[in-house]
């Protein structure tokens, strides 16, 4: 017995030791990631498509946190996002030129993604939105891998001819998840525009 008490104990000394050897998990600054790989553009989901929580990236904390005001954890009193909803890496929307001092925001209509999930997706549209004088545009955008798109189309002329619903939808979604009566919808305009958004806010 005593030599097997102490076998055991060399074994559990040795396993420590290996385990103290271990890289640590390395953590991903989302926020600095390159908004384009190859000239495709990148989305890091913040909130899974058929979710009501209102999460957010913290770039302090490098996590993605439940947002609350005054210690409330905020919800979304609507339907859930139709899509999955985050931000474009290395992008600022700047308060001084209109924008809402945020990343840019962008859905990406496919099957529910899990939370902290990178994605080259093709901008087919954008939804400009003002709130609060300030613009808040939400790029909408498809899977860039074929096997993750859930509707064949790659820009705005095919899901406005093929699925105009989709473009209601989107609409009368923003127009209701969160209730402001300073939140107004100025256009819905295609890829191009989209796309100038996008390189106007991107930090080089």
Same mark, same amino acid.
């Given at each position: 017995?005593?030599?097997?008490?102490?076998?055991?104990?060399?074994?559990?000394?040795?396993?420590?030791?290996?385990?103290?050897?271990?890289?640590?998990?390395?953590?991903?600054?989302?926020?600095?990631?390159?908004?384009?790989?190859?000239?495709?553009?990148?989305?890091?989901?913040?909130?899974?498509?058929?979710?009501?929580?209102?999460?957010?990236?913290?770039?302090?904390?490098?996590?993605?946190?439940?947002?609350?005001?005054?210690?409330?954890?905020?919800s979304i009193h609507f339907l859930p996002y139709i899509g999955n909803y985050?931000?474009?890496?290395?992008?600022?929307?700047?308060?001084?030129?209109?924008?809402?001092? &945020?990343?840019? @925001?962008? /859905?990406?209509?496919?099957?529910?993604?899990?939370?902290? %999930?990178? #994605?080259?997706? !093709?901008?087919?549209?954008?939804?400009?939105?003002?709130?609060?004088?300030?613009?808040?545009?939400?790029?909408?955008?498809?899977?860039?891998?074929?096997?993750?798109?859930?509707?064949?189309?790659?820009?705005?002329?095919?899901?406005?001819?093929?699925?105009?619903?989709?473009?209601?939808?989107?609409?009368?979604?923003?127009?209701?998840? &969160?209730?402001? @009566?300073? /939140?107004?919808?100025?256009?819905?305009?295609?890829?191009? %525009?989209? #796309?100038?958004? !996008?390189?106007?806010?991107?930090?080089?």
């Amino acid at each position: 017995m005593k030599y097997l008490s102490l076998l055991f104990s060399m074994v559990a000394f040795i396993s420590c030791k290996e385990s103290s050897k271990m890289p640590a998990k390395e953590t991903i600054d989302y926020y600095h990631l390159p908004t384009f790989v190859n000239d495709t553009l990148q989305a890091v989901i913040e909130i899974p498509a058929g979710t009501n929580k209102k999460i957010e990236y913290n770039r302090e904390q490098n996590d993605f946190l439940v947002d609350s005001i005054k210690g409330v954890p905020r919800s979304i009193h609507f339907l859930p996002y139709i899509g999955n909803y985050g931000f474009i890496p290395s992008t600022y929307s700047n308060p001084e030129e209109g924008g809402d001092g &945020d990343a840019l @925001d962008i /859905l990406v209509l496919a099957e529910s993604q899990p939370m902290g %999930t990178l #994605m080259k997706v !093709i901008p087919i549209a954008v939804l400009r939105l003002q709130d609060n004088g300030a613009f808040d545009d939400k790029i909408i955008a498809v899977p860039a891998q074929k096997e993750l798109q859930i509707i064949p189309v790659n820009n705005f002329e095919n899901i406005s001819i093929q699925y105009p619903e989709i473009r209601k939808i989107i609409s009368l979604w923003f127009q209701n998840y &969160d209730k402001k @009566d300073d /939140l107004h919808i100025i256009a819905f305009n295609g890829e191009d %525009t989209a #796309m100038e958004i !996008i390189n106007k806010w991107t930090k080089h």
